[in-house]
């Protein structure tokens, strides 16, 4: 209830305590108490209005307010499973390109190969030279723009194996390094800061123990019937 209300209640309560006990007979003291009252319920119809407006005026702040929360809340939602959408995107896009890059990269061994075999003073060598090169250039451009996307290759060779990086497709027993190292690396793995887009798939050093160093199996026991000696 707000403080006007509370000041015409008690005026009110005053004119009908003066008619109550007789001093509004009295015409002037009648005519105040009769406008004391009718202005108290002129002012209680103005107060109670007033007061419903400003609560339903409350109301329609807190709609407000809850419908501003919600939406809020809705745009926060689609730009969370928008930005999802752009990394699936993104991250199906970069797996598309990996192919390309093991293709252009077997490619250039090969042709790598090739410029070996060839003796470079000749017009062969120099135009596959020339072509090795615009491919090598090619192959770094999109390296680049892996690199840019927060894609990197894995460290393979010459590193201990990590099955949390490597997938050992092949072992090597030949002894040129020690165990548990990769020694080649048969397709390239890429990674970003949080996650394994691909595993690099390796060949790993075992060695193999030699039948030398293997414990001698235990001679059989045999064994003679029951009563007859060794040299029976």
Avoid at 45 to 50: M, P, R
Avoid at 96 to 122: C, F, H, M, Y
Wanted: with cysteine; hydrophobic share 45%; net charge negative.
């Amino acid at each position: 209830m707000s403080h006007k209300r509370l000041i015409w209640e008690e005026i009110s309560q005053l004119a009908a305590q003066l008619t109550n006990s007789g001093a509004a007979a009295m015409p002037e003291v009648a005519q105040v108490v009769e406008h004391l009252s009718r202005l108290a319920r002129v002012q209680f119809k103005a107060n109670a209005l007033q007061e419903s407006t400003l609560e339903q005026q409350r109301e329609a702040i807190n709609i407000l307010r809850a419908t501003v929360t919600r939406q809020e809340e809705t745009i926060a939602f689609l730009q969370r499973n928008h930005h999802k959408e752009i990394e699936l995107a993104r991250h199906d896009l970069i797996l598309a390109i990996l192919p390309v890059i093991d293709g252009l990269g077997a490619t250039l061994n090969s042709a790598k190969q090739q410029l070996n075999r060839l003796a470079e003073e000749g017009e062969a060598h120099r135009m596959l030279s020339a072509w090795v090169d615009g491919l090598w250039l090619v192959y770094q451009r999109l390296m680049d723009v892996l690199a840019q996307a927060d894609v990197v290759p894995i460290p393979a060779v010459g590193q201990p194996f990590d099955p949390h990086l490597h997938v050992a497709v092949g072992v090597d027993s030949s002894g040129r390094a020690p165990e548990g190292i990769v020694v080649a690396e048969e397709r390239c793995g890429y990674r970003t800061r949080n996650s394994i887009l691909r595993y690099s798939e390796v060949i790993v050093s075992r060695r193999v123990p030699s039948l030398q160093s293997q414990p001698a199996a235990p001679a059989e026991e045999v064994r003679r019937p029951a009563g007859t000696t060794a040299g029976a």
